[in-house]
């Protein structure tokens, strides 16, 4: 018996799909809220204090409705500069727009026979603009809605260059007046590594209207140059 179960879970093996790798294909793609098949995301920004301190550090990942990270992942763009702060609001009606820069941070798009392929490679700059919309609630001037545009650029380890946006995202919740649920990505402290449980501080929010550009000709044509002089040596 146990042979034939052995002898079983092989056969089960070799019949079962195994998800295979694909170079990333150029080309542009966008979310399942725009017509597209790229998910739709979560993000989380850890911050080293309750409601300040720097570095401030990016999390944002895929999620499919009950997993994260299953498509896409964009991890620990750093901002080590305080964001601009624009304050648009009379007699504390109005928006105030927060730009935040962050520079590095590793991506990958994960195997799954993706239109768009897969791979990992590095993040240049990260912008996100955050608009936030005020009313006068009790007489004061109270946040009540936010909403997120950015945009990040990176390379592939193989050369091809990745251009990520997106155009609509909301915020969700900030600590300290709530607890990030475990259904948005891990605080990512300055190391890059699970922030420790006792610092626990940053917002959270949804990634939508996702705009997914990929070109390998620029790898195809410094490969084709390299070989030109090659020939001249």
Same mark, same amino acid.
């Given at each position: 018996?146990?042979?034939?179960?052995?002898?079983?879970?092989?056969?089960?093996?070799?019949?079962?799909?195994?998800?295979? @790798?694909? $170079? &990333?294909?150029?080309?542009?793609?966008? *979310?399942? /809220?725009?017509?597209? =098949?790229?998910?739709?995301?979560?993000?989380?920004?850890?911050?080293?204090?309750?409601?300040?301190?720097?570095?401030?550090?990016?999390? !944002? @990942?895929?999620?499919?409705?009950?997993?994260?990270?299953?498509?896409? /992942?964009?991890?620990? &763009?750093?901002?080590?500069?305080?964001?601009?702060? @624009? #304050?648009?609001?009379?007699?504390?009606?109005? =928006? !105030?727009?927060?730009?935040?820069?962050?520079?590095?941070?590793?991506?990958?798009?994960? &195997?799954?026979?993706?239109?768009?392929? #897969?791979?990992?490679?590095?993040?240049?700059? =990260? =912008? +996100?603009?955050?608009?936030?919309?005020?009313?006068?609630?009790?007489?004061?001037?109270?946040?009540?809605?936010?909403?997120?545009?950015?945009?990040?650029?990176? +390379? %592939? *380890?193989?050369?091809?260059?990745?251009? %990520?946006?997106?155009?609509?995202?909301?915020?969700?919740?900030?600590?300290?007046? $709530?607890?990030?649920? $475990?259904?948005?990505?891990? %605080?990512? /402290?300055?190391?890059?590594?699970? $922030?420790? &449980?006792?610092? @626990?501080?940053?917002?959270?929010?949804?990634?939508?209207?996702?705009?997914?550009?990929? #070109?390998?000709?620029?790898? /195809?044509?410094?490969?084709?140059?390299?070989?030109?002089?090659?020939?001249?040596?």
């Amino acid at each position: 018996m146990k042979r034939l179960l052995t002898a079983a879970a092989l056969s089960l093996l070799v019949i079962l799909p195994v998800l295979a @790798q694909a $170079a &990333p294909v150029t080309g542009i793609y966008t *979310s399942t /809220d725009m017509g597209g =098949t790229i998910l739709t995301g979560r993000a989380s920004t850890w911050r080293p204090a309750v409601n300040s301190g720097l570095p401030h550090v990016a999390h !944002i @990942q895929s999620w499919n409705g009950t997993s994260l990270g299953t498509q896409w /992942d964009i991890s620990c &763009p750093i901002e080590n500069s305080a964001f601009l702060v @624009q #304050d648009n609001r009379t007699a504390g009606v109005g =928006t !105030i727009v927060y730009t935040s820069t962050f520079t590095g941070g590793t991506f990958t798009l994960y &195997p799954g026979a993706w239109a768009w392929g #897969d791979g990992t490679g590095t993040l240049n700059t =990260t =912008t +996100l603009i955050t608009t936030v919309q005020y009313y006068m609630i009790g007489g004061v001037s109270t946040p009540v809605a936010s909403v997120v545009n950015g945009n990040t650029s990176g +390379l %592939f *380890s193989n050369g091809c260059l990745l251009t %990520f946006a997106i155009a609509n995202g909301s915020g969700v919740g900030e600590t300290p007046y $709530a607890v990030k649920p $475990a259904t948005y990505p891990t %605080f990512l /402290d300055g190391t890059c590594a699970p $922030a420790s &449980p006792s610092l @626990q501080y940053g917002t959270w929010g949804n990634v939508m209207t996702i705009t997914l550009g990929i #070109d390998c000709t620029v790898a /195809d044509e410094e490969t084709t140059w390299g070989g030109i002089k090659s020939m001249y040596r």
